[in-house]
């Protein structure tokens, strides 16, 4: 057995641990799990103190963890600190600010990542860590419907409940991956390399963060949906493929009308309007079906999509006007009677069960409003992220090294409206791969050069990325130095 099982053995006892009161002992055995995970040399391990209060009183806020080596050996103190709490059937494992307040760590507890770290491995966990939605507050209390699902450790809960961030119940040796995630994050984001066989899990497990953070969809995936829901709209960032993934579903479906919405795209144009025609007596007025009714038509003889690229550029209330009622997906039966009626169309609309409307939204452009409430509910979101494997299997070390850092960079500072910003794979991608590949390194090179630098100074320059702003910057004055080291 090793030492972090012998821990999470007496997690899982809880009160009924033997080690209760023993101070000496439980010092021993987090010494061993500290050299058994964590970098022995001196300057690491000093960054540390244990601190053990296991007592058996009923009334007592017992608990031994890690903190800082800056703080006092004993009474309260400062920043970020591994603990678990004893109860009754079991502990409760916390990453936890110190009473005394927020210390040398404001700056991890401040930084967007750490708070997306601890949220991906939630989802990875299904739910079974919970983590506080804003990490700096400490005016709220742990949610009594999550204690009451944890051991019961009323008198901590009443002396640290406040300062609790993240936490999972510990009750037998099937939690102990939970534990162990947070024990690493802990120690990972005070700098201190992992060893051995905990080394090899956590970089497994920030690779798995890494996709809970920027998740895939497949294409199987998305056309199920789409089938499902009717109305769909894949949205994300630019450059991670929406366009060319929204034309392969179409492509798969068979038939498809495909359109592009921009600020002059009108009512008329999309589902029905006059136009001016000239005749030998001047002008006469044509009624015209716009692409939703030349779309639902066809659909009449099989499946068809109407995919329509960049739906957020126009104004969708104009655009779509009385068709909106038009689009819920659970009644096919509804109707609206059209302004106008081309010839060989009924005069009311109503959408045929073939038809399917995928669209694509770039959630980087801020230039028109955001989408209205009532037309955003009518469709179903997807959001598509940067693949991360995409550039990898490009093969080109500079392109994987740059995307690596762009990645990182917006994942680690940027809040969740500038992540929505983040370069996708396509800009560090070869954009003729028909062309011979032993020029492919230098195209690479020439459209980040000319696409992602812009891009990256576009949203300094608009002040887009908020707090990220220096980090942005930075990441921009990194990529122009790799490029110039390159020329």
Same mark, same amino acid.
């Given at each position: ?10 997690? @899982? ?50 608990? @031994? ?46 930084? &967007? ?78 700098? +201190? ?84 025609? &000239? ?83 770039? +959630? ?58 983040? &370069? ?6 070869? &954009? ?56």
């Amino acid at each position: 057995m090793t030492a972090f099982d012998e821990l999470i053995t007496g997690m @899982a006892a809880g009160r009924a641990w033997d080690q209760m009161g023993d101070a000496a002992e439980t010092r021993a055995l987090m010494d061993r799990v500290y050299n058994e995970r964590f970098h022995s040399a001196k300057h690491f391990k000093e960054g540390y103190q244990v601190r053990v209060n296991l007592q058996k009183k009923d009334d007592s806020a017992s608990y @031994a963890g890690w903190i800082t080596s800056e703080n006092p050996q004993s009474g309260p103190y400062q920043g970020t600190s591994f603990v678990w709490f004893p109860g009754e059937g079991g502990s409760v494992a916390v990453l936890v600010i110190g009473t005394d307040g927020f210390g040398a760590d404001a700056h991890i507890l401040g930084r &967007p990542g750490h708070r997306r770290r601890l949220k991906a491995l939630s989802r990875l966990h299904r739910g079974a860590i919970w983590v506080k939605p804003d990490l700096l507050d400490i005016a709220s209390e742990v949610p009594g419907p999550i204690q009451a699902d944890w051991p019961e450790i009323p008198a901590a809960f009443k002396a640290y409940g406040r300062v609790i961030y993240a936490a999972t119940p510990v009750r037998s040796a099937a939690d102990a991956d939970r534990v162990a995630d947070l024990l690493d994050l802990f120690f990972d984001e005070h700098n +201190t390399p992992l060893t051995g066989k905990a080394r090899e899990r956590w970089n497994q497990r920030t690779q798995a963060i890494a996709s809970a953070i920027f998740p895939t969809t497949s294409e199987a995936e998305i056309l199920g949906l789409l089938r499902e829901r009717r109305f769909l709209v894949l949205e994300g960032p630019p450059g991670t493929g929406k366009t060319r993934l929204a034309y392969r579903i179409a492509d798969t479906v068979g038939s498809a009308t495909r359109i592009q919405f921009h600020p002059a795209r009108t009512y008329e144009d999309f589902v029905v309007g006059l136009f001016p025609r &000239p005749t030998a007596d001047g002008l006469a007025f044509e009624v015209r079906a716009g692409d939703l009714l030349q779309a639902n038509q066809r659909a009449e003889d099989g499946e068809h999509v109407l995919l329509i690229d960049e739906i957020n550029r126009a104004d969708l209330g104009r655009v779509l006007g009385e068709a909106v009622l038009l689009f819920e997906v659970g009644e096919r039966d509804r109707a609206v009677r059209l302004p106008h009626v081309p010839t060989g169309y009924p005069e009311e609309l109503q959408l045929h069960p073939g038809l399917y409307v995928l669209a694509t939204r770039n +959630t980087a452009d801020r230039s028109i409003a955001r989408m209205d409430l009532a037309i955003r509910r009518r469709f179903a979101f997807v959001d598509i992220w940067p693949q991360l494997s995409a550039v990898a299997d490009e093969g080109l070390d500079l392109a994987q090294a740059l995307y690596t850092d762009t990645i990182q960079t917006f994942a680690e500072y940027a809040d969740d409206e500038a992540l929505r910003l983040v &370069p996708g794979h396509a800009y560090f991608l070869d &954009p003729r791969p028909d062309l011979p590949e032993e020029g492919r390194a230098q195209r690479v090179a020439n459209r980040i050069r000319l696409e992602l630098l812009p891009l990256l100074r576009d949203y300094l320059d608009e002040r887009l990325v908020g707090g990220a702003t220096e980090a942005i910057a930075g990441l921009a004055d990194r990529i122009e130095a790799r490029l110039l080291e390159r020329a």
